[in-house]
């Protein structure tokens, strides 16, 4: 397809607040969809049986899309204004991760893709399909395919240009674009993702297991945790951050320019005590549009009793004694557990 068409697409890309957007191939053959497999057969993917589900469609674009010949991959960078591991250290305050501190990021982008897609789709008159995240697409290899970043030790794409804070978005269309050169690994010697994860959830560079991870286990699975992991979370509530924020490759990251990926106040450094006493109405509006909002009050809750029980502050007790016969099991189990860990 012309090149005329590829820089029409990346300014209206532009225009509509992405950061980046590049071109790939979406027929060529790739190894993801082997290593798919084996993350599924090894059983990393944990309760997330729709990795399971829709394994043989997601090992590849075309193996959902038979016409997909070209994927048209833009990221939309959500960076901090500032490393935010530090505010760990308030352990009276709850972390939400970076990625859930403004509007939910489907919302933000979905809207601007389908936009880009019936643009495309007027001037090839082929069709076109949009994606990020929920769908069964592999967008982290198709993004390192297209040249933005590349899937570093910690697995996610990181980018040159823009550091660990990308969120991907995909438009894959029947049209033939020319590809965009692809990005090589630029993680070297270093391996301080690896070294900082506090659950050791990377079996080897490169690979994930997610049971063990933070972000899994606080948004993805609902039961109660293994003691190893409640102790391990310290005060993450929703999401981590630690393997991103630790990246070298940050010092090229800019601050969001997103207004609605940015952080709202109220979501940075909650105080525990205040989000152990939300009831199902409260915890709907003070996540109004935020993505945390996914996970259900008892869920959050659970995860904040986890986080009392890791302040070492003796003024939380009464949050946690309040939720001792809260009607969920899950969360009187973490409240039980979160009295014990302040009182013995
Ligand atoms: C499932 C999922 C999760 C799971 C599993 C994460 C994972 N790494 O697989 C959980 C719940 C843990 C998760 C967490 C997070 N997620 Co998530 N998640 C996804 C989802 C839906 C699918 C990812 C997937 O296919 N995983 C399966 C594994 C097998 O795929 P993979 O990581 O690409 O695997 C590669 C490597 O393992 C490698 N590999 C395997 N073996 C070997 C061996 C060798 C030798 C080599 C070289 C490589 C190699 O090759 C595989 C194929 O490329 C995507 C959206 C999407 N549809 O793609 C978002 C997505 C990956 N998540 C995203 C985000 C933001 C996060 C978090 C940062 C959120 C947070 N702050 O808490 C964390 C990051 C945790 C981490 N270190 O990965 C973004 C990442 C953006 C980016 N720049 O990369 C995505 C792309 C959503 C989006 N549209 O923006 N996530
Ligand atoms: S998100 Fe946190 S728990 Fe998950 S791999 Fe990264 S550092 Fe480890
Ligand atoms: S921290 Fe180091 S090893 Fe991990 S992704 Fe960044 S450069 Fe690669």
């Not at 560079?205 to 933070?214: G, K, V």
């Not at 393997?243 to 105080?271: H, I, M, T, Y």
Request: hydrophobic share 40%; charged share 25%.
């Amino acid at each position: 397809m012309a090149d005329d068409l590829r820089a029409e697409v990346r300014k209206r890309a532009g225009m509509l607040g992405f950061d980046v957007c590049r071109f790939a191939s979406a027929s060529a053959s790739w190894s993801a969809g082997e290593r798919l497999a084996h993350f599924v057969e090894a059983g990393r993917h944990g309760d997330m049986g729709w990795m399971e589900t829709t394994l043989e469609r997601r090992a590849h674009p075309t193996a959902m899309w038979e016409g997909a010949r070209s994927a048209i991959v833009l990221g939309l960078n959500y960076g901090p204004e500032h490393d935010p591991l530090p505010e760990m250290q308030d352990a009276s305050a709850g972390y939400i991760s970076v990625y859930a501190r403004g509007d939910d990021y489907h919302e933000v982008i979905k809207g601007r893709l389908k936009t880009l897609a019936g643009q495309i789709a007027a001037r090839t008159g082929e069709e076109v399909k949009v994606f990020v995240d929920t769908a069964p697409l592999m967008e982290k290899p198709l993004a390192q395919r297209a040249g933005l970043g590349w899937q570093g030790k910690h697995t996610n794409l990181l980018s040159r240009s823009h550091g660990n804070w990308l969120f991907l978005g995909v438009i894959l269309t029947a049209t033939e674009f020319e590809p965009d050169a692809p990005e090589g690994e630029h993680c070297g010697t270093c391996t301080a993702c690896l070294d900082a994860c506090p659950t050791a959830a990377f079996p080897a560079p490169f690979q994930l297991d997610a049971r063990r991870c933070l972000s899994y286990l606080t948004i993805e699975f609902a039961g109660p945790w293994p003691v190893e992991f409640r102790t391990a979370a310290g005060s993450r509530i929703y999401g981590c951050d630690d393997c991103l924020a630790v990246c070298p490759w940050n010092k090229f990251a800019a601050a969001a320019r997103e207004g609605r990926v940015q952080a709202r106040d109220a979501l940075v450094s909650p105080r525990l005590a205040d989000l152990a006493a939300l009831d199902d109405a409260a915890f709907r509006a003070l996540f109004t549009k935020s993505p945390v909002k996914r996970i259900g009050r008892d869920r959050f809750v659970r995860n904040v009793l986890y986080a009392i029980g890791n302040s070492g502050d003796a003024e939380q007790i009464p949050s946690a004694e309040a939720l001792l016969d809260d009607p969920n099991p899950v969360v009187r189990d973490a409240a039980e557990w979160a009295l014990a860990r302040l009182t013995t």
